[in-house]
């Protein structure tokens, strides 16, 4: 953005940084440590919550799994799926997040922009009201056909007219579209008390009481449009420079904007399906990452998979030990310990966009 | 044509002490807004449960009439019509000012966690206190304190736009937390009143409220119109602004200031309605042209048109009373889509 331009060029001029190879690997060491970091948390996930369970049990439940053990099952039947589930969406909404805010160059792009959130709420809403439906697995076959359906509307009524979908008109159309969706699912929360009761629960986010068959069915749209996004570095670096640069440079941008759209919204509506609309991993991880890596998208895309995993399985864990022997919803933890992280980064440094 | 270009000029206006360039086309779009403001409120107070002309509410608002004609126009419907009026204006002009010093398009008053704040103080305040009555101060300084923890985390050296945008998504997305938290944790029958306040609602409105909140709008309009010159220079970038000698921190914090007390009185006695604040401003350019002073009043008075009408709607007009936040939506969203189906057709 223009005064991030501004305060840069005031400050005394940094000495030209070249990328020496050495940086390549140092880059590549880091993303390593980062996996086995996310790897470690998640293992933690399964360690702790509000059955105390020993390390060992812990252990064995996943590699020697003994059926007559209560501890073991517990940690087979109900922390493994959530860990997963929340490891998987948490790197998905992350790497989501990040080709949004690259698309649109808009620090406040997230995939809610584009009416992802609203319309996989609507969906889940609107079938509550008219089916009586009431549980999680049941929620994933409304919340992604109503993102999908919400955010092609959100694009075709972008792209009417010349000069096609810009980031703006897009996000405008996304707003506006959310707000559209969101009268109509505010009237029925009002109208069924039923409703509100279970939406409530919904709409915080959370991993809690999903089996695996919820994931698996979504892995089909998770697992490869997570894979696409982490390919679009490059692209996303020469979009970067500019509508005008890029197109110099010989890009398609519409085209570009249109696959990446495409891919996010695939992907965060099988997440928000899955988990509810858990907004802030998408939106802060970004942020986080490139303050620490940098300004390339073809290293910020992994970084963000594995912060993001990393960031959902944690608050995940968070929530269940802080308020034993409840929990609390992981959008709410997440909310907590992404929140800090961002105001520390804001201040820390000039933030690039 | 010739009267076309006629009024799309500029005239300026000049005494000894001020001068101040007047685009003619504004000024008329703005007589046409006030003529249909003015049409839609009297229309407004002839609905409801007594039956009035359009006659009688202009005879009972100067003070002709029964006594029960007077009660229903002057105590019942005046207030809630001009307080809809008064909050419409103050969201959307606090919107623009707000997107225009962040140079953000997707900005609204809740970069500074207006909304978010006041959220979360209304609805612990309902949930938890269970008392209504200081609810609009107890809102209101929810959304004061959020704004000066946000604008003081976001200073060093100077508040920048991009820093506060991004302090305000990690402040307001914790104060979203506690909100939700609370929404969760508590037995539905405790919690319904807050959902209600959530989705911004217009009730039980006195003339009390129409004063402190035209009062605010009052004093904050003419310094919003003079700080809309300074603003358009700061689009330009923070380096030009300088070199042409405008206090930059200044301005920014008066246009803070201005659009935080207008979001936050708005938000009070109101609620957190979403839309006006962000949509009007775009709705007010794409009619009237770039921001300036009167594309500001033109927006305000466009704020007032689409809260009163949502809310005559809301109350009138469903088959359910509505809060006035999820009908603003619903009505605002059609329309702003038509002006970005026409702007783009168009470019």
């Known amino acids: ?353 | 044509m010739t009267s076309f270009r006629q009024l799309s000029e500029t005239r300026t206006f000049r005494t000894s002490w001020f001068s101040h360039r007047i685009n003619l086309k504004v000024m008329m779009l703005i007589a046409l807004a006030i003529a249909i403001l003015i049409l839609l409120m009297l229309w407004a107070i002839t609905l409801g449960a007594v039956d009035l002309s359009i006659r009688e509410v202009w005879n009972a608002t100067w003070g002709d009439g029964d006594r029960k004609t007077l009660l229903v126009v002057r105590t019942l419907r005046w207030p809630r019509i001009a307080t809809a009026v008064v909050i419409g204006m103050a969201l959307a002009i606090s919107g623009m000012l707000f997107q225009s010093i962040a140079r953000n398009p997707l900005v609204s008053p809740d970069i500074i966690g207006i909304n978010s704040g006041a959220t979360v103080v209304a609805v612990a305040w309902l949930v938890i206190v269970r008392n209504t009555s200081q609810l609009p101060l107890a809102a209101f300084l929810g959304a004061i304190l959020t704004a000066a923890i946000i604008y003081l985390l976001s200073w060093r050296n100077g508040a920048s736009p991009d820093r506060m945008i991004l302090v305000g998504i990690g402040v307001a997305s914790m104060t979203q937390a506690v909100t939700a938290l609370i929404l969760v944790r508590f037995p539905l029958e405790q919690i319904r009143p807050a959902v209600v306040w959530t989705m911004g609602s217009i009730y039980g409105s006195t003339w009390r409220d129409v004063v402190i909140t035209s009062l605010v709008v009052l004093v904050s309009l003419p310094f919003a119109i003079l700080l809309m010159q300074p603003l358009r220079a700061m689009s330009l970038g923070d380096n030009v602004t300088r070199s042409l000698g405008i206090p930059l921190e200044m301005t920014r914090l008066g246009v803070i200031l201005i659009g935080c007390a207008l979001a936050a009185v708005s938000v009070a006695f109101a609620g957190p309605i979403g839309f006006v604040a962000l949509m009007v401003p775009h709705m007010a350019r794409m009619i009237a042209g770039p921001q300036s002073g009167g594309v500001l009043v033109f927006s305000g008075i466009l704020g007032g048109i689409i809260l009163l009408l949502s809310d005559t709607l809301a109350l009138h007009f469903l088959p359910v009373v509505l809060p006035v936040g999820v009908v603003t939506g619903a009505i605002g969203a059609p329309y702003f889509l038509f002006l970005l189906y026409r702007s783009n057709s168009r470019m």
């Not at chain 1, 105390?52 to 812990?58: C, I, K, L």
């Not at chain 1, 080709?99 to 995939?111: A, Y």
């Not at chain 1, 997440?271 to 620490?292: C, E, K």
């Open chain 1, 1 to 353: 953005m223009a005064s991030a331009v501004a305060a840069q060029s005031e400050q005394t001029p940094a000495p030209v940084r070249r990328a020496p190879k050495s940086r390549t690997a140092l880059m590549f060491i880091g993303l390593l440590v980062l996996a086995g970091l996310a790897a470690l948390l998640s293992l933690f996930s399964l360690r702790f919550g509000s059955l105390p369970v020993t390390t060992r049990e812990a252990w064995d439940a996943v590699f020697r799994y003994n059926v007559d053990s209560y501890e073991q099952t517990i940690v087979r039947e109900m922390r493994v799926p959530r860990t997963i589930i929340a490891f998987f969406i948490g790197g998905g909404l992350a790497v989501a997040g990040t080709v949004m805010q690259g698309v649109t160059r808009n620090p406040l792009g997230d995939p809610s922009i584009l009416g992802v959130s609203a319309g996989a709420s609507f969906g889940v809403t609107t079938a509550i009201f008219l089916f009586g439906i009431s549980t999680p697995a049941q929620f994933v076959w409304f919340a992604f056909p109503g993102a999908a359906v919400a955010s092609v509307v959100v694009y075709s009524i972008a792209s009417v007219g010349r000069g096609g979908p810009t980031p703006v008109r897009l996000a405008l159309a996304g707003v506006v579209m959310s707000s559209l969706l969101g009268a109509w699912t505010s009237a029925l929360l009002l109208m069924s008390e039923q409703t509100l009761d279970l939406v409530r629960f919904w709409s915080v986010g959370s991993v809690a009481g999903r089996n695996l068959s919820v994931l698996w069915t979504m892995m089909p749209f998770i697992l490869p449009a997570t894979l696409a996004c982490l390919l679009m570095g490059h692209q996303l670096n020469v979009l970067s420079m500019g509508e005008e640069s890029a197109r110099a440079l010989g890009m398609n941008t519409q085209r570009v904007r249109m696959i990446s759209s495409g891919l996010v919204v695939i992907l965060t509506g099988a997440s928000v399906a899955v988990a509810g609309p858990i907004g802030f991993v998408g939106l802060a991880t970004p942020h986080i990452v490139r303050s620490i890596v940098g300004a390339d998208y073809r290293w910020i895309l992994p970084y963000s998979f594995f912060t993001g995993a990393a960031l959902l399985t944690t608050a995940d864990t968070v929530g269940r030990v802080i308020a034993r022997p409840s929990e609390i919803q992981v959008g709410v933890v997440m909310a907590f310990v992404g929140a800090p992280f961002l105001i520390a980064l804001a201040r820390r440094r000039t933030v690039a966009s």
